[in-house]
């Protein structure tokens, strides 16, 4: 049982550059979201969905996008990366709502992102 | 608006003694509180909830109202509890499920 997985788990872009980070988890969980964790500012939900075909904005969301084709499948993309997007970035899944789990998140290992 | 505050970047503490982590939260509805746990090269992971009302791996947490606190406290410090800790609070609403508001994070260091 691989829990959540993200690819890739380092990337160095250029200024401008886009990219995909993807997340995958065979838990059938409903709830899927992608945090960055900086130093000093914890973890900030950047995008959020509650379902299949479902999106919604976090609290830092500007600079991204992000697609739920698949219930399994959240990605994170970025269409021009700039220097203030290094991060590490975290997705993370729950049950869904009307179930007292569905505030207890299992997350994926990371992906750490440079933008020179 | 929700606010989480764990006011020490930073814990040094001997082993076998006693640890707290403070977390103070701002919030004005009804909260449910969390710390996570990060160990070096290990993904974040819950160590526990106040609903649970458990202790985990000795440690434990208190929600307290009327302070607006959750700390975080264990008696006697191991060298493994060594880690980043995190304070989380997220609502019972239904539209702020899993949307959870984290704390800048502890780094707990236990010297032997």
């Known amino acids: 049982n691989a829990g959540v997985t993200q690819t890739p788990k380092f990337r160095v872009l250029k200024t401008g550059q886009s990219m995909t980070l993807l997340c995958a988890q065979d838990m059938n969980h409903e709830y899927m979201y992608w945090y960055r964790q900086d130093p000093g500012m914890g973890l900030r939900l950047i995008h959020y969905?509650?379902?299949?075909?479902?999106?919604a904005k976090g609290e830092v969301p500007d600079g991204y996008n992000v697609s739920r084709l698949k219930k399994q499948n959240f990605l994170l993309g970025l269409e021009s990366a700039a220097p203030s997007q290094t991060s590490v970035y975290f997705c993370?899944?729950?049950?869904?709502?009307?179930?007292?789990?569905?505030?207890?998140?299992?997350f994926g290992a990371g992906s750490r992102l440079t933008v020179l | 608006a929700q606010r989480v505050t764990q006011p020490e970047k930073l814990l040094s503490v001997f082993k076998g003694a006693p640890v707290e982590l403070k977390c103070n939260y701002s919030?004005?509805?009804?909260?449910?509180l969390f710390w996570y746990v990060q160990y070096s090269r290990q993904r974040l992971q819950l160590l526990l909830r106040h609903i649970s009302r458990e202790s985990i791996k000795g440690f434990t947490a208190d929600l307290n109202k009327g302070e607006t606190s959750f700390h975080l406290k264990k008696p006697f410090a191991q060298e493994e509890d060594s880690a980043m800790y995190y304070c989380?609070?997220?609502?019972?609403?239904?539209?702020?499920?899993?949307?959870?508001?984290f704390g800048a994070g502890t780094q707990v260091v236990v010297t032997p």
């Open positions: 969905s509650v379902g299949e075909g479902t999106t």
């Open positions: 993370a899944s729950s049950p869904g709502g009307g179930n007292s789990g569905a505030n207890v998140l299992t």
């Open positions: 919030y004005s509805g009804s909260p449910e």
């Open positions: 989380a609070l997220s609502s019972w609403t239904t539209d702020s499920w899993g949307k959870l508001q």
